[in-house]
């Protein structure tokens, strides 16, 4: 388990990728990419 701490905003919602073992956080101002199983930052997405 981890706290992911990288968005300003509070996060509205979580998508897991089944085949790239990843997950997505939406917030008000953006979205980010973090990988499994660590919960490890990526990327912000456009």
Avoid: Y
């Avoid at 992911?4 to 956080?25: E, M």
């Avoid at 980010?32 to 199983?37: A, Q, V």
């Amino acid at each position: 388990m981890a706290t992911l701490t990288h968005h300003k905003k509070s996060v509205h919602a979580l998508a897991q990728d089944p085949t790239k073992g990843s997950f997505a956080s939406t917030s008000a101002d953006n979205i980010k990419k973090f990988s499994l199983p660590r919960g490890e930052f990526l990327h912000n997405m456009l």
